[in-house]
């Protein structure tokens, strides 16, 4: 398997919405290179015929009636919000300016 | 009054009947717990809020229910820590990070309500690594805590501030949560008992995720009886968690007041053992087997060999699990914001705020978890690390047919010193070995103490892992085992941890 670069850090700090100083992409590119090694150990130990666990328990589909329940008030749900606007979250600017 | 040192070094089954025979008040039972958190609490910092008055409230009305001859839970008036990623109406809730610092949730986790429905008096929420992520406790954005066995030494992790406030007598019982070994770590390494119950026995629901498909909430007490009874307190179906199971809690109760091994076959892991195992822990595990036997088990060695690639599948799973839960901290709807100042985007501030927000190591596990999942190494990573996940359900499976329950040590070694493994995921990573197949296969496992490591001084557990839904095995065993060590120690492990 191929070691982890600091490029591919970078991007996956990308992906995962993570803004990282240049400290810490050194930093964490040792560290996941050595870890990726350490658990690289669990290709080919099993055959193809082992099929993949995701789960303990087997479940599929577990359902609720379809019936209208007491939930938080919008003020309950709002009470964390870093701001609010009539009655919604407020969030900075999503689309670029045209 | 009663002598309030002695109230805290009570059992919660002793100080349970004591209240509803009306012998001491609740509010005398927590106001002496408080004192405690007072009086040590700066030196072991095993909390990170405490809720005074909320305790008192509480006390108060189950003396008055008491008082009005109503019936009381059977936990009635105990002082409980709560690990602080149970989020609880009204009272803040961190998980040990500083994305949610100040974040006072609008709804009590499931696990909080069947507390208070119990008559449970909730002190407090205990520090913790960040989201649960860690052996030590020192992930916690809010500092460390330490083992009162030796305040430079680590209470376990990841609940290390509930392993610690039941160590240090500032609360009878504590809840813990437990992904890869972070109940019963933290009870190996301070002496106290600690369950993971099996997975889907207690609810999840608001239990701040980490990884879904290993978290499990449990019971921290000092004895085998008040884990059972906390246990039982905690247990049973949730409506509001579609992987809660759907049956009769097994009879932990009743099977800790029953403890027995006879004519039980009990297996020791093979593959537990040899390099990096503390001679001393391998001492006293040893002679908690041969305890075992004189008390009429029968003990059979068992091979587990895909045990060993557990460790390595942990370590992709769980953090592909995190990359997924923790992606709902974006800084927009609750939790910290950064950088919202007009002139970055949301994506900009959601990066921005996650930067701020997280710690290192779930920085280091949020990437290793979106390295595992991205496409071109799903297969290589994520997928062999599922099939592992199988290999080691079978093992258990194979084991069990042969054997009731299997023991091995808690963890390789005694606490170790604060800051030693800090900056060394793969050290660190290592304390959870013998308790995360347990939680790739979701059946039930407790820690209990067998007694001091002779080079060190320090507490060493021993492992009982039953199957699925056979959770009383652990207390049947684990009463046992307690009872006779108390018997050959003339008194519990902990009246040997020193003053504080």
């Known amino acids: 398997m191929p070691g982890i670069t600091r490029e591919e850090v970078a991007h996956l700090a990308r992906l995962a919405r993570l803004e990282l100083s240049g400290e810490e992409l050194d930093h964490f590119a040792g560290q996941l290179d050595a870890i ?63 | 009054m009663a002598d309030s040192s002695g109230i805290i070094r009570q059992t919660a089954a002793e100080t349970a009947a004591q209240i509803a025979a009306g012998d001491v008040s609740a509010v005398e039972v927590a106001e002496a717990h408080l004192a405690r958190i007072d009086a040590v609490d700066e030196k072991v910092h095993a909390f990170l809020h405490v809720d005074r008055e909320g305790a008192l409230a509480r006390a108060r009305a189950v003396d008055a229910k008491r008082e009005r001859g109503e019936k009381l839970g059977p936990l009635a008036g105990v002082p409980l820590a709560l690990k602080d990623i149970f989020t609880t109406e009204g009272v803040p809730t961190t998980a040990g990070s500083k994305m949610l610092q100040g974040w006072v949730p609008p709804y009590d986790a499931t696990v909080t309500r069947r507390l208070k429905e119990a008559d449970v008096v909730i002190l407090g929420k205990t520090n913790m690594d960040e989201f649960a992520m860690g052996s030590s406790t020192e992930n916690s954005a809010y500092g460390h805590t330490g083992n009162p066995w030796d305040l430079t030494r680590i209470p376990g992790g990841s609940g290390g501030g509930s392993s610690a406030a039941i160590t240090a007598h500032m609360a009878a019982l504590a809840i813990g949560t437990d992904t890869g070994g972070s109940i019963r770590q933290p009870a190996s390494v301070t002496g106290t008992v600690g369950v993971k119950p099996t997975y889907g026995g207690v609810s999840r629901y608001g239990m701040i995720a980490f990884s879904s498909s290993l978290d499990q909430g449990g019971p921290c007490a000092r004895t085998v009886l008040d884990a059972a009874l906390l246990h039982e307190v905690l247990a049973g179906h949730d409506p509001m968690d579609s992987t809660s199971i759907d049956a009769p809690v097994p009879p932990v109760v009743e099977a800790a007041r029953n403890g027995s091994v006879a004519g039980m076959r009990v297996g020791v892991v093979k593959e537990f053992r040899g390099e990096g195992y503390q001679t001393g822990v391998m001492q006293r595990f040893d002679e908690a087997v041969e305890l075992l036997r004189e008390l009429g088990a029968e003990v059979v060695e068992v091979s587990c060999p895909s045990f060993d690639k557990a460790l390595a599948a942990y370590y992709l799973i769980a953090p592909a699990e995190v990359s997924s839960n923790l992606a709902r901290y974006d800084g927009l709807r609750y939790g910290l914001r950064t950088g919202d100042d007009g002139t970055h985007s949301a994506e900009e501030v959601t990066s921005l705020t996650r930067a701020a927000g997280f710690g290192p190591e779930v920085k280091r596990r949020i990437m290793l978890g979106t390295y595992a999942l991205s496409s071109g190494y799903y297969d290589a990573y994520y997928g062999s690390a599922q099939k592992v996940r199988t290999l080691i359900t079978r093992d258990f499976e194979r084991a069990y047919e042969q054997v009731d329950v299997l023991v091995s040590p808690t963890t390789p070694t005694t606490a170790f010193p604060i800051g030693e493994r800090v900056d060394d995921p793969m050290a660190m990573y290592l304390a959870d070995l013998c308790t995360i197949p347990s939680n790739l296969a979701g059946n039930a496992a407790m820690s209990l103490p067998c007694g001091l490591a002779p080079e060190d001084g320090l507490p060493v557990g021993l492992q009982i892992i039953a199957p699925a839904m056979a959770d009383d095995r652990l207390y049947r065993v684990g009463a046992a085992v307690e009872a006779a060590f108390t018997d050959r120690w003339g008194h519990p492990l902990l009246e040997e941890a020193p003053a504080l």
């Open chain 1, 36 to 98: 990726i090694g350490a658990v690289a150990r669990v290709a080919d130990v099993a055959g193809e015929d082992v099929p993949p666990t995701s789960h303990p328990l087997p479940l599929t589909n577990v359902m609720r009636p379809d019936a209208v329940r007491p939930s938080l008030t919008a003020q309950q749900a709002l009470s964390g919000a870093p701001a609010q606007e009539q009655q919604r979250f407020k969030v900075p600017q999503i689309l670029g300016e045209e």
